[in-house]
Protein backbone atom coordinates (compact mmCIF):
# COMPACT_ATOMS: atom_id res chain seq x y z
CA UNK A 1 0.00 0.00 0.00
CA UNK A 2 1.64 3.26 -0.93
CA UNK A 3 1.63 5.97 1.64
CA UNK A 4 -0.19 8.71 -1.06
CA UNK A 5 -3.26 5.97 -0.70
CA UNK A 6 -3.38 5.77 2.78
CA UNK A 7 -5.83 5.44 4.44
CA UNK A 8 -8.74 4.48 1.86
CA UNK A 9 -11.50 6.13 3.92
CA UNK A 10 -11.28 8.46 7.19
CA UNK A 11 -14.85 7.50 9.26
CA UNK A 12 -13.78 10.39 11.57
CA UNK A 13 -14.43 12.93 9.24
CA UNK A 14 -17.78 12.10 9.93
CA UNK A 15 -17.37 12.58 13.72
CA UNK A 16 -15.43 15.51 13.53
CA UNK A 17 -18.03 18.06 15.15
CA UNK A 18 -21.04 17.66 16.94
CA UNK A 19 -23.05 19.16 14.26
CA UNK A 20 -22.07 16.25 11.18
CA UNK A 21 -22.14 13.86 14.45
CA UNK A 22 -25.86 14.81 14.39
CA UNK A 23 -26.49 15.08 10.75
CA UNK A 24 -25.48 11.48 10.64
CA UNK A 25 -26.53 9.90 13.39
CA UNK A 26 -28.86 6.63 12.61
CA UNK A 27 -31.22 6.76 15.67
CA UNK A 28 -32.42 9.52 17.48
CA UNK A 29 -34.86 9.90 20.63
CA UNK A 30 -37.88 11.62 20.91
CA UNK A 31 -40.14 12.07 24.25
CA UNK A 32 -42.99 10.51 22.01
CA UNK A 33 -41.01 7.28 22.58
CA UNK A 34 -41.23 7.06 26.30
CA UNK A 35 -44.00 5.37 28.23
CA UNK A 36 -43.53 6.55 31.96
CA UNK A 37 -44.32 4.03 35.01
CA UNK A 38 -46.16 5.33 37.91
CA UNK A 39 -46.76 3.72 41.30
CA UNK A 40 -50.32 4.68 42.95
CA UNK A 41 -50.78 4.10 46.79
CA UNK A 42 -53.75 4.47 48.81
CA UNK A 43 -54.25 7.54 51.16
CA UNK A 44 -53.66 11.37 50.29
CA UNK A 45 -50.71 13.67 49.95
CA UNK A 46 -48.19 11.42 50.42
CA UNK A 47 -45.39 10.01 48.25
CA UNK A 48 -43.11 7.37 48.94
CA UNK A 49 -39.56 6.69 47.89
CA UNK A 50 -38.75 3.24 46.74
CA UNK A 51 -35.55 2.27 48.54
CA UNK A 52 -34.33 0.43 45.38
CA UNK A 53 -35.34 3.16 43.31
CA UNK A 54 -33.59 6.45 44.21
CA UNK A 55 -35.78 9.39 43.00
CA UNK A 56 -38.50 7.42 42.11
CA UNK A 57 -41.72 7.25 44.16
CA UNK A 58 -45.36 5.62 45.04
CA UNK A 59 -47.89 8.60 45.12
CA UNK A 60 -50.85 9.01 46.35
CA UNK A 61 -53.47 9.69 44.16
CA UNK A 62 -54.26 13.18 44.64
CA UNK A 63 -50.22 14.02 44.30
CA UNK A 64 -50.23 11.57 41.25
CA UNK A 65 -51.92 13.87 39.66
CA UNK A 66 -49.20 16.74 40.12
CA UNK A 67 -46.49 13.74 38.96
CA UNK A 68 -48.87 13.37 35.78
CA UNK A 69 -48.84 17.02 34.93
CA UNK A 70 -45.40 17.17 34.95
CA UNK A 71 -45.29 14.26 32.31
CA UNK A 72 -47.12 15.54 29.90
CA UNK A 73 -45.83 19.17 29.86
CA UNK A 74 -42.57 17.45 28.78
CA UNK A 75 -43.91 16.04 25.79
CA UNK A 76 -44.17 12.13 27.29
CA UNK A 77 -47.81 10.66 25.58
CA UNK A 78 -48.00 7.89 27.43
CA UNK A 79 -48.28 6.10 31.01
CA UNK A 80 -48.38 2.67 32.24
CA UNK A 81 -50.37 2.65 35.92
CA UNK A 82 -49.55 -0.09 38.59
CA UNK A 83 -51.38 0.24 41.55
CA UNK A 84 -50.40 -1.08 45.29
CA UNK A 85 -52.50 -3.31 47.25
CA UNK A 86 -52.83 -3.31 50.74
CA UNK A 87 -52.36 -6.60 52.17
CA UNK A 88 -55.70 -7.12 53.34
CA UNK A 89 -57.11 -6.87 49.89
CA UNK A 90 -55.05 -9.34 48.32
CA UNK A 91 -56.40 -12.92 47.01
CA UNK A 92 -56.14 -16.30 45.47
CA UNK A 93 -59.01 -14.88 43.50
CA UNK A 94 -57.89 -11.72 42.17
CA UNK A 95 -60.86 -9.84 44.13
CA UNK A 96 -59.88 -6.08 44.25
CA UNK A 97 -58.25 -6.34 40.47
CA UNK A 98 -61.79 -6.15 39.36
CA UNK A 99 -62.98 -3.73 42.31
CA UNK A 100 -65.18 -0.91 39.81
CA UNK A 101 -63.62 1.18 42.74
CA UNK A 102 -60.19 0.01 43.46
CA UNK A 103 -57.18 2.33 43.21
CA UNK A 104 -56.25 1.14 39.64
CA UNK A 105 -59.67 1.95 38.67
CA UNK A 106 -60.20 5.07 40.47
CA UNK A 107 -56.95 6.49 39.39
CA UNK A 108 -57.40 5.31 35.66
CA UNK A 109 -60.56 7.49 36.09
CA UNK A 110 -59.23 10.75 37.86
CA UNK A 111 -56.09 10.75 34.81
CA UNK A 112 -58.70 10.18 32.21
CA UNK A 113 -60.70 12.87 33.08
CA UNK A 114 -57.98 15.43 33.37
CA UNK A 115 -55.87 14.72 30.67
CA UNK A 116 -57.88 13.03 28.36
CA UNK A 117 -55.29 13.24 25.50
CA UNK A 118 -52.51 11.56 27.35
CA UNK A 119 -52.53 7.48 26.51
CA UNK A 120 -53.47 5.80 29.44
CA UNK A 121 -52.07 1.95 29.82
CA UNK A 122 -52.75 -0.38 32.85
CA UNK A 123 -50.93 -3.84 33.95
CA UNK A 124 -52.72 -6.43 33.62
CA UNK A 125 -51.67 -8.94 36.01
CA UNK A 126 -52.51 -10.84 39.53
CA UNK A 127 -49.34 -10.50 41.36
CA UNK A 128 -49.94 -6.98 43.26
CA UNK A 129 -53.35 -8.38 44.35
CA UNK A 130 -52.53 -12.10 44.89
CA UNK A 131 -51.92 -13.18 48.42
CA UNK A 132 -49.00 -15.89 46.83
CA UNK A 133 -47.04 -12.65 45.23
CA UNK A 134 -47.81 -14.38 41.40
CA UNK A 135 -49.43 -13.74 38.32
CA UNK A 136 -52.17 -16.45 38.46
CA UNK A 137 -54.35 -17.91 40.45
CA UNK A 138 -52.39 -20.91 42.56
CA UNK A 139 -53.72 -24.56 43.27
CA UNK A 140 -51.44 -26.41 45.00
CA UNK A 141 -48.46 -24.79 44.32
CA UNK A 142 -49.20 -24.63 40.83
CA UNK A 143 -50.27 -21.37 38.59
CA UNK A 144 -53.52 -22.48 36.75
CA UNK A 145 -53.13 -21.30 33.15
CA UNK A 146 -57.10 -21.02 31.79
CA UNK A 147 -58.51 -19.93 35.10
CA UNK A 148 -55.52 -17.34 35.47
CA UNK A 149 -56.37 -16.07 31.91
CA UNK A 150 -60.07 -15.95 31.89
CA UNK A 151 -60.04 -13.75 35.37
CA UNK A 152 -56.71 -11.32 33.55
CA UNK A 153 -59.89 -10.64 30.27
CA UNK A 154 -62.39 -9.54 33.14
CA UNK A 155 -59.39 -7.66 34.71
CA UNK A 156 -58.74 -5.73 31.26
CA UNK A 157 -62.68 -5.12 30.78
CA UNK A 158 -62.54 -3.58 34.50
CA UNK A 159 -59.53 -1.39 33.23
CA UNK A 160 -61.52 -0.41 29.92
CA UNK A 161 -64.84 0.38 31.51
CA UNK A 162 -62.57 2.70 34.22
CA UNK A 163 -61.62 4.38 30.96
CA UNK A 164 -57.59 3.09 30.16
CA UNK A 165 -56.70 3.60 26.53
CA UNK A 166 -54.57 0.39 26.37
CA UNK A 167 -54.37 -2.82 28.63
CA UNK A 168 -50.66 -4.61 29.63
CA UNK A 169 -51.04 -7.84 30.40
CA UNK A 170 -47.62 -9.19 32.10
CA UNK A 171 -48.32 -12.04 33.27
CA UNK A 172 -47.33 -14.75 30.49
CA UNK A 173 -50.56 -17.03 30.52
CA UNK A 174 -50.74 -18.96 27.67
CA UNK A 175 -53.76 -17.65 25.25
CA UNK A 176 -54.54 -14.59 27.41
CA UNK A 177 -54.23 -11.90 24.50
CA UNK A 178 -57.39 -13.62 22.56
CA UNK A 179 -59.57 -13.84 25.45
CA UNK A 180 -58.78 -10.45 26.54
CA UNK A 181 -59.38 -9.57 22.89
CA UNK A 182 -62.77 -11.48 22.70
CA UNK A 183 -63.53 -9.58 25.93
CA UNK A 184 -63.30 -5.98 25.34
CA UNK A 185 -65.13 -6.24 22.26
CA UNK A 186 -67.76 -8.27 23.23
CA UNK A 187 -68.26 -4.84 26.33
CA UNK A 188 -67.69 -2.52 23.23
CA UNK A 189 -64.46 -1.92 23.66
CA UNK A 190 -62.99 -2.50 20.19
CA UNK A 191 -61.07 1.08 20.73
CA UNK A 192 -59.11 -0.49 23.86
CA UNK A 193 -55.97 -1.60 22.69
CA UNK A 194 -53.57 -4.39 24.13
CA UNK A 195 -49.54 -3.77 24.45
CA UNK A 196 -48.67 -7.44 25.11
CA UNK A 197 -46.03 -8.31 27.83
CA UNK A 198 -45.23 -11.04 25.35
CA UNK A 199 -41.72 -11.61 25.76
CA UNK A 200 -41.22 -11.58 29.26
CA UNK A 201 -38.64 -13.23 31.21
CA UNK A 202 -37.69 -14.67 34.17
CA UNK A 203 -35.49 -12.04 35.57
CA UNK A 204 -33.61 -11.11 38.71
CA UNK A 205 -34.07 -7.36 37.27
CA UNK A 206 -37.50 -6.66 38.82
CA UNK A 207 -36.34 -6.95 42.62
CA UNK A 208 -36.78 -3.23 42.57
CA UNK A 209 -40.08 -2.95 41.40
CA UNK A 210 -41.60 -5.91 43.91
CA UNK A 211 -39.96 -3.78 46.52
CA UNK A 212 -42.47 -0.88 44.95
CA UNK A 213 -45.28 -2.78 44.87
CA UNK A 214 -44.40 -5.44 47.99
CA UNK A 215 -44.75 -7.87 45.23
CA UNK A 216 -42.50 -10.45 45.38
CA UNK A 217 -43.38 -14.46 45.44
CA UNK A 218 -44.45 -15.83 48.40
CA UNK A 219 -43.36 -18.91 47.30
CA UNK A 220 -40.67 -20.14 44.17
CA UNK A 221 -40.17 -18.18 41.45
CA UNK A 222 -41.96 -17.26 38.02
CA UNK A 223 -40.72 -19.44 35.85
CA UNK A 224 -43.43 -22.18 35.05
CA UNK A 225 -44.73 -18.78 33.42
CA UNK A 226 -42.04 -16.19 32.46
CA UNK A 227 -39.09 -17.26 29.92
CA UNK A 228 -35.75 -18.51 30.15
CA UNK A 229 -33.31 -16.07 29.97
CA UNK A 230 -31.34 -18.65 27.39
CA UNK A 231 -34.07 -18.32 24.57
CA UNK A 232 -34.49 -16.40 21.93
CA UNK A 233 -36.43 -18.73 19.23
CA UNK A 234 -38.80 -18.46 22.24
CA UNK A 235 -39.57 -14.86 22.31
CA UNK A 236 -40.28 -14.89 18.36
CA UNK A 237 -43.00 -17.27 18.55
CA UNK A 238 -44.49 -15.66 21.96
CA UNK A 239 -44.44 -12.73 19.79
CA UNK A 240 -45.81 -13.93 17.28
CA UNK A 241 -48.82 -15.66 19.01
CA UNK A 242 -49.92 -12.47 20.68
CA UNK A 243 -49.62 -10.74 17.54
CA UNK A 244 -51.42 -12.94 15.61
CA UNK A 245 -54.13 -13.37 18.72
CA UNK A 246 -54.42 -9.39 18.43
CA UNK A 247 -52.14 -7.73 20.35
CA UNK A 248 -51.38 -4.38 19.07
CA UNK A 249 -47.94 -3.93 20.77
CA UNK A 250 -45.75 -6.56 21.79
CA UNK A 251 -42.89 -5.98 24.55
CA UNK A 252 -39.59 -7.34 25.58
CA UNK A 253 -38.62 -7.31 29.05
CA UNK A 254 -36.37 -6.70 30.84
CA UNK A 255 -34.20 -4.65 28.10
CA UNK A 256 -30.79 -4.65 28.33
CA UNK A 257 -29.45 -7.63 28.46
CA UNK A 258 -32.26 -8.42 26.00
CA UNK A 259 -31.27 -6.29 23.47
CA UNK A 260 -30.81 -9.50 20.69
CA UNK A 261 -33.99 -10.27 21.45
CA UNK A 262 -35.83 -6.68 20.89
CA UNK A 263 -34.32 -6.99 17.46
CA UNK A 264 -34.93 -10.48 16.70
CA UNK A 265 -38.77 -9.66 17.60
CA UNK A 266 -38.79 -6.55 15.65
CA UNK A 267 -37.86 -8.35 12.47
CA UNK A 268 -40.29 -11.15 13.34
CA UNK A 269 -43.87 -9.24 13.69
CA UNK A 270 -45.67 -5.91 12.15
CA UNK A 271 -47.00 -4.28 15.00
CA UNK A 272 -45.00 -1.56 17.26
CA UNK A 273 -42.12 -3.26 19.84
CA UNK A 274 -41.75 -1.88 22.85
CA UNK A 275 -39.24 -2.46 25.78
CA UNK A 276 -39.37 -2.16 29.47
CA UNK A 277 -36.09 -0.28 30.88
CA UNK A 278 -37.02 -2.19 34.38
CA UNK A 279 -36.44 -1.56 37.84
CA UNK A 280 -33.33 -2.90 38.21
CA UNK A 281 -31.69 -1.55 35.21
CA UNK A 282 -32.59 2.03 36.51
CA UNK A 283 -31.36 0.91 39.70
CA UNK A 284 -27.72 -0.16 38.35
CA UNK A 285 -27.16 2.82 37.23
CA UNK A 286 -28.80 5.29 39.92
CA UNK A 287 -26.15 3.40 42.37
CA UNK A 288 -23.35 3.38 40.16
CA UNK A 289 -24.14 7.19 39.72
CA UNK A 290 -24.40 8.20 43.23
CA UNK A 291 -21.31 5.98 44.04
CA UNK A 292 -19.05 8.40 41.16
CA UNK A 293 -18.65 5.66 38.83
CA UNK A 294 -20.88 6.40 36.39
CA UNK A 295 -22.32 9.75 34.86
CA UNK A 296 -25.81 9.06 34.96
CA UNK A 297 -27.19 11.44 32.41
CA UNK A 298 -24.28 10.17 29.75
CA UNK A 299 -25.69 6.65 30.77
CA UNK A 300 -29.06 7.06 30.86
CA UNK A 301 -28.95 8.21 27.33
CA UNK A 302 -26.73 5.94 26.06
CA UNK A 303 -29.24 3.01 27.51
CA UNK A 304 -32.07 4.49 25.79
CA UNK A 305 -30.43 5.09 22.10
CA UNK A 306 -29.26 1.70 22.62
CA UNK A 307 -33.23 0.66 22.68
CA UNK A 308 -33.83 2.11 19.38
CA UNK A 309 -30.87 0.91 17.94
CA UNK A 310 -31.94 -2.61 18.54
CA UNK A 311 -35.35 -2.29 16.66
CA UNK A 312 -37.66 -0.67 19.78
CA UNK A 313 -40.16 1.51 19.12
CA UNK A 314 -41.01 2.65 22.49
CA UNK A 315 -39.53 2.57 25.66
CA UNK A 316 -41.37 2.09 29.08
CA UNK A 317 -38.35 3.40 31.53
CA UNK A 318 -38.48 5.09 34.95
CA UNK A 319 -36.33 7.51 33.28
CA UNK A 320 -38.94 9.17 30.95
CA UNK A 321 -38.80 12.21 32.87
CA UNK A 322 -35.29 13.46 33.25
CA UNK A 323 -34.58 11.52 29.71
CA UNK A 324 -37.52 13.97 28.39
CA UNK A 325 -35.42 16.80 30.16
CA UNK A 326 -32.59 16.07 28.72
CA UNK A 327 -33.87 16.36 25.07
CA UNK A 328 -35.77 19.46 25.50
CA UNK A 329 -32.95 21.30 26.68
CA UNK A 330 -30.42 19.78 24.31
C1 LIG B 1 -46.06 -7.74 37.30
C2 LIG B 1 -44.94 -6.94 36.75
C3 LIG B 1 -43.58 -6.99 37.10
C4 LIG B 1 -42.97 -5.95 36.41
C5 LIG B 1 -43.94 -5.32 35.63
N1 LIG B 1 -45.15 -5.96 35.84
C6 LIG B 1 -42.85 -7.83 38.08
C7 LIG B 1 -42.86 -9.29 37.94
O1 LIG B 1 -43.28 -9.87 36.94
O2 LIG B 1 -42.46 -9.93 38.91
C8 LIG B 1 -41.52 -5.57 36.53
C9 LIG B 1 -41.19 -4.14 36.19
C10 LIG B 1 -39.85 -3.69 36.62
O3 LIG B 1 -39.03 -4.44 37.21
O4 LIG B 1 -39.56 -2.51 36.38
N2 LIG B 1 -46.43 -8.87 36.60
Not at 17 to 34: G, T, W
Not at 78 to 83: D, E, I, P, Q, Y
Not at 129 to 155: C, R
Amino acid sequence: MSHSQFPYSRPRRLRASENIRRMVSEHSLSPADFIAPLFVMEGKNRKAEIPSMPDYYRFTLDLLMDEVQQISDLGIPSVLLFAKVPDDKKDNKGTEALNRNGLMQRAVREIKEEFPQLVVMTDVAMDPYSSFGHDGIVENGQILNDESAELLAKMAVSHAEAGADYVAPSDMMDGRILLMREALDEMGSSTTGIMAYSAKYASSFYGPFRDALDSAPGFGDKKTYQMNPANVTEAVKEAVLDEKEGADIVMVKPGLPYLDVVRAVKESVHVPVSVYNVSGEYAMIKAAAQHGWIDEEQAMIESLIAFKRAGADLIATYFAKDAARFLISY
